[in-house]
């Protein structure tokens, strides 16, 4: 073999090494021969807390409802847990859209969001897409005797916004009650 040929071999397997070697080192430093589009960092947005927006204990006569107005600025879900002295108590449950008075319940005029006739205790009723707004906790004594019970409403919000208001407490002034024998 001549010597040139030899010196061309050794030329190509030099250069061939030394493309393999920048390779190496390019692909090793993370560069590539075709550019990639850059990825944004994910970001998951965290699901506001939930929010107890109204709670408080009243007693409650056989044949006698009772209720209580409650305000959110934001939607969610709104998990509502009554609980009572007596376990044979039974205790009916509405959260009614917008301000239920006594006499609204009795004329029937009151629009009800969830409803719950029956069950064991504590109750657990739900709206769920409630809208912000105001709302009225209801609860029906129909016997066999007179009745304590205790109520709280959690709102999970869909989305943070402001504070929501919240009603609290057990002040008997913040309750109404009506007689349910009036009613049609």
Not at 92 to 105: K, M, P, S
Not at 153 to 179: H, K, M, N, Q
């Amino acid at each position: 073999m001549s010597c040139t040929l030899r010196r061309a071999r050794s030329s190509r397997f030099v250069l061939t090494v030394a493309v393999a070697a920048t390779l190496s080192l390019l692909s090793a430093c993370g560069g590539s021969s075709s550019p990639t589009a850059a990825t944004p960092p994910t970001t998951q947005a965290t699901p506001p807390p939930p929010i107890v927006v109204s709670q408080g204990s009243t007693a409650i006569a056989v044949d006698y409802v009772a209720g209580r107005f409650f305000t959110t600025d934001r939607a969610g879900t709104l998990d509502v847990t009554v609980d009572y002295t007596f376990a044979d108590s039974r205790l009916i449950i509405w959260i009614a859209r917008g301000q239920c008075t006594g006499e609204l319940f009795i004329a029937e005029q009151c629009d009800f969001a969830a409803t719950s006739f029956a069950g064991s205790k504590p109750r657990k009723v739900s709206v769920t897409g409630a809208a912000p707004g105001t709302y009225t906790f209801i609860a029906a004594n129909a016997g066999p005797r007179d009745e304590s019970i205790s109520h709280q409403v959690v709102l999970t919000p869909t989305v943070a916004l402001a504070p929501v208001r919240s009603e609290s407490g057990s002040s008997a002034s913040t309750w109404w009650r009506t007689p349910i024998r009036s009613r049609r």
